[in-house]
């Protein structure tokens, strides 16, 4: 019986939340990623598009939510999701006309491409703050829970309890269904392998007839829609806080170098990689060596909670000193 509320524990306290957040770091790597393989350069950008996106999906969750519209127990941020992606694909391809274009015609160098970024990430900083506020948001409304406590210890009598929430299960389910529509848009539509080729080689693409712009706006909308749907699959499980998605830069780009820069498999790999990471190293294990049979005086916590992100850091210097390519070899889609 000890054994069994062992690995409730464990279940409850490390896998689920990890798979939660593994997903969430997936989605966002997965753009990061995409933008690397085709466009050629690191947008460091990329957190506060998660930003401005969940923004943007809380304002219209409000506003439905205001005139009386919900989903009944799954959360009204579903709802206005893809109104939040709509404006975030615009406000990138503008972008993308107004500043990264010019660096495209003069071929500039991929490291002026990640200055540039910076500058842009400042800049939606500074946009997210104006449009919704620094403030702490929660915005899950709907059924909170699918496994409660009292009813997971009435169906199983174990003392440790089991607690499953329902932005924890949504977030798995869409990130598998929007993993599940990537791979195939890129392996199945002309415009996927288009994307692909010209990843690949870009002149070979373009003596083909191959449409660069195209390519290029494409890119911009899918991985607006990645980031949105990550950022607002973090902001219901969590809440929404605009620097928390500042700070969430770095587990994400980790994830996507762990795995390997270029390689969607490898950002999927590395979100889950780093997630359960952080969650393992950061949980005070003391609760289990009990069931176990040892007892012992502190929280058997190998780092506090405010230091997870020191996690993603030291993984992604040991991946770079000892497998640069990533685990799974960074490469064109």
């Keep these: 019986m000890d054994l069994l509320n062992a690995l409730v524990a464990i279940l409850n306290y490390v896998v689920i939340p990890a798979t939660a957040y593994g997903a969430q770091l997936a989605l966002g790597a997965l753009g990061v990623t995409l933008i690397y393989g085709i466009l050629r350069f690191s947008n460091f950008a990329h957190g506060d598009t998660m930003a401005f996106g969940t923004a943007v999906t809380i304002i219209v969750t409000w506003g439905l939510q205001a005139a009386g519209v919900s989903l009944g127990p799954l959360p009204t941020a579903l709802l206005a999701l893809p109104f939040g992606i709509a404006i975030t694909a615009a406000l990138m391809l503008a972008t993308d006309r107004v500043i990264y274009r010019y660096y495209r015609k003069v071929h500039a160098a991929p490291v002026i491409l990640v200055m540039v970024s910076v500058g842009v990430m400042f800049l939606m900083n500074g946009i ?14 709907g059924a909170r829970f699918l496994i409660t406590a009292r009813e997971w210890r009435d169906w199983t009598g174990l003392a440790e309890p089991l607690t499953l929430r329902s932005t924890q299960a949504i977030t798995v389910v869409v990130a ?19 994307m692909r080729a010209f990843s690949d080689n870009e002149d070979l693409a373009l003596l083909s007839g191959i449409n660069p712009n195209r390519v ?15 950022g ?6 969590k809440s929404f806080k605009a620097f928390n998605y500042f700070q969430l830069l770095l587990p994400v780009f980790a994830a996507a170098i762990v795995g390997g820069l270029g390689n969607p498999l490898g950002a999927i790999a590395g979100g889950f990689i780093i997630a359960f990471s952080e969650v393992g190293v950061t949980y005070a294990w003391k609760k289990v ?21 020191a996690v993603s850091f030291v993984i992604l210097i040991i991946v770079l000193l000892f497998k640069p390519t990533g685990l799974f070899r960074g490469k064109s889609f």
């Excluded at 598998?176 to 288009?194: E, H, I, M, Q």
């Excluded at 607002?232 to 499980?237: A, I, K, P, T």
């Excluded at 060596?289 to 992100?309: C, I, M, P, R, V």
């Design 216 to 230: 290029v706006a494409v890119t911009w909308i899918i991985a607006a829609a990645l980031a949105t749907t990550a």
């Design 176 to 194: 598998a269904a929007v993993v599940w529509a990537l791979f195939w848009f890129l392996a199945k539509t002309r415009t996927g392998k288009s």
């Design 289 to 309: 060596a009990g069931y176990l049979g040892y007892n012992a005086d502190g929280l058997l916590q190998l780092l506090s909670t405010e230091y997870k992100f």
């Design 128 to 141: 997210t703050r104006l449009l919704i506020g620094v403030d702490e948001i929660r915005f899950d409304d």
């Design 232 to 237: 607002v699959l973090y902001g219901l499980d």
